[in-house]
């Protein structure tokens, strides 16, 4: 399932529009065998007060099985609370959210299991440390799944190392970590559930850029290794260019564009227009086009932006040349 | 969790939300006392009156007054079925309504049980217009603070208390949303709050009371260090942004309040006068 996307390019015309309640919104990202299919999903708070606010407006979207899929998009954009809907925690008044195909709410006594299936780790969360020991918390989640004494050292074990938990704080008390730490086996705890889906809110929030580097590379090498489908919200489109396969951008309630990076940052000027910046590579290579020099739309990594760059001096080299000899 | 007690002030422009806390204290205060020594039909009436004319008074929707009374409909509704079956007329000529098996119903006990829901009724109403719907938090625990000071005469931290409240009340809501975060997350970890026995229940909340109570801790922890930063030294010589000043309002809702609990000492010695005024 992992490698067959070049099908799946976005429906053009589904991109953007004002959809508004048609009954059916093309599904954004579309793929044929997708891990999550949100379809058609109305989000409302406090619906039926005076304080009534749509936080999600026909939300059609596809996750690929196997990808890194960034969410970008501002505070209050609807990010967070899509992510609360993918194992259940909240449940959206209209539109169902499949999980391979099958509706999570199918039987809402097992939403449970669908917890297990798609691990969630939200917005801060070293503060839902509890434990005595490092070893403990990380085992928590699952301890609540019932698994033998073996299985769940061996998931510790494993989800301690992808996270990034040295072997030596297993035993030290989860409050005497520092913050960095504390996140990092907030994260493992959650692995150790080995769900099929991963979803991280926020994961590498108010971290140093070190702090925030090893946290991505972290996730991604867990993703290659495990194959396990992973979600990452953030607001930094420095690190979604940098770490997610495919990108989701969420804008006013709705998604305004999914695909993945070089989709998605070929429309970089689209992305200014709704106040999200773009990756500061992508921002320079614009500036240089909009100044005359051909460079092609769309790069987000400074080693493309090199390669570009090195391909029209070497060009411009040879003309001059040409143009000697002439 | 929404609609909790301390959450309920309600803005609106009306006298009763101008007026001095400290005044409406001392109304609230009176108006339980008076509540309690009302004793006949026609003073249960003037309370229940009274009730009605301080939510046209202070302008809240009548909407919402009732939606708070809501919540205490159970109680109510205990007190008053209780009252019905328990009261038993022992004075000469008194003939029970009902009596059927083991059950006697007897007009005293209908009386009773309308007497007590007015009392509950008013009371309800009465400190919640004056205190929490017409009154902010910081200005309730301000009014305390003004209230309570000739105790500092006897060594009462009185300051302290009040900042103590002060603190309290602002952090309800904070924890509030913190404990629901922190829920949220277990469950997703696969913590269950709902099934099993009640012993597995109450160890099911360890993962919550523990992140809560160290997130409390570290939270007192900054704040103190914040009030340090700002140079808190307790309440000598620190005077306030918003000086309480008594108006001619307060002073007449005082009096107003005053004459209404005369009013009703007095219909209670009048009522005993004349039978017909059924007379607890």
């Avoid at chain 1, 005497?176 to 809110?201: C, F, H, W």
């Avoid at chain 1, 739309?297 to 040409?322: D, H, M, W």
């Avoid at chain 2, 806390?21 to 009274?50: D, E, H, Q």
């Avoid at chain 2, 099934?195 to 992140?211: C, D, F, Y």
Wanted: proline share 4%; with cysteine.
């Amino acid at each position: 399932m992992k490698k067959k996307d070049k099908i799946s390019r976005p429906n053009p015309q589904a991109v953007g529009t004002e959809t508004g309640t048609a009954p059916s919104v093309p599904i954004m990202n579309q793929t044929e065998n997708p891990k999550i299919r949100l379809e058609n999903i109305n989000y409302y708070y406090g619906k039926g007060t005076p304080f009534e606010v749509k936080a999600l407006d026909s939300v059609s979207l596809d996750i690929h099985a196997g990808k890194l899929t960034g969410i970008i998009g501002h505070t209050g954009s609807g990010k967070s609370t899509l992510v609360q809907l993918l194992n259940g925690l909240s449940r959206a008044g209209e539109g169902r959210v499949l999980l391979d195909g099958t509706d999570i709410w199918a039987k809402p006594k097992d939403i449970g299991r669908i917890r297990y299936r798609v691990g969630l780790v939200m917005q801060y969360p070293e503060y839902q440390l509890f434990e005595e020991t490092v070893f403990a918390d990380i085992a928590f989640g699952p301890r609540n799944m019932g698994l033998s004494e073996e299985e769940i050292r061996e998931r510790v074990v494993e989800a301690a190392a992808f996270a990034g938990v040295p072997a030596d704080l297993m035993d030290k008390s989860p409050f005497d970590l520092s913050g960095g730490q504390k996140r990092r086996v907030a994260i493992a705890g959650i692995m150790a559930m080995r769900p099929e889906v991963l979803v991280l809110d926020e994961p590498a929030a108010g971290l140093d850029p070190q702090g925030r580097h090893t946290i991505f590379q972290g996730i991604r090498h867990y993703n290659r290794n495990t194959g396990c489908t992973v979600l990452i919200v953030s607001h930094s489109m420095e690190d979604m260019a940098q770490y997610c396969d495919d990108v989701v951008v969420m804008a006013h309630a709705k998604v305004l564009m999914a695909g993945d990076r070089d989709y998605i940052f070929s429309r970089a000027d689209e992305l200014e227009a709704v106040g999200l910046d773009i990756p500061q590579v992508t921002k320079l290579c614009q500036l240089l086009r909009r100044g005359g020099m051909p460079m092609p739309a769309g790069l987000y990594t400074v080693e493309a932006a090199e390669e570009a760059l090195e391909a029209i001096f070497s060009q411009a080299k040879g003309q001059r040349k040409g143009g000697k000899q002439a | 969790m929404k609609g909790f007690a301390f959450g309920q002030y309600y803005p609106a422009r009306s006298v009763l939300h101008r007026m001095d806390p400290r005044a409406k204290v001392i109304c609230a205060v009176a108006y339980i006392v008076a509540s309690f020594l009302c004793k006949n039909t026609f003073s249960f009436l003037l309370l229940l009156v009274s009730a009605f004319a301080l939510i046209l008074i202070s302008r809240i929707p009548m909407k919402v007054v009732l939606r708070s009374i809501k919540a205490l409909i159970f109680i109510m509704a205990f007190t008053a079925v209780l009252n019905i079956f328990w009261i038993v007329d022992t004075s000469e000529g008194a003939a029970p309504l009902v009596d059927f098996w083991v059950i006697k119903i007897y007009a005293k006990g209908l009386y009773h049980a309308a007497f007590i829901l007015v009392r509950i009724l008013a009371m309800v109403i009465g400190t919640g217009l004056f205190l929490t719907y017409t009154t902010t938090p910081i200005a309730l625990t301000d009014a305390l603070e003004s209230l309570l000071r000739p105790l500092a005469k006897i060594k009462v931290p009185v300051h302290a208390f009040a900042m103590m409240m002060t603190i309290a009340l602002r952090f309800i809501p904070t924890i509030m949303e913190e404990t629901e975060k922190i829920m949220s997350a277990q469950k997703a970890r696969g913590a269950d709050f709902t099934t099993g026995s009640l012993a597995k229940r109450a160890k099911a909340l360890i993962p919550i009371i523990v992140p809560l109570f160290a997130s409390a801790f570290r939270r007192a922890d900054e704040l103190a260090t914040a009030m340090e930063c700002r140079c808190y030294h307790g309440g000598e010589g620190r005077t306030k942004l918003r000086v309480l000043k008594y108006h001619g309002r307060d002073a007449f809702a005082l009096i107003f309040v005053a004459l209404f609990i005369g009013g009703i000492v007095a219909i209670n010695i009048f009522g005993r006068k004349y039978g017909w005024l059924y007379t607890m």
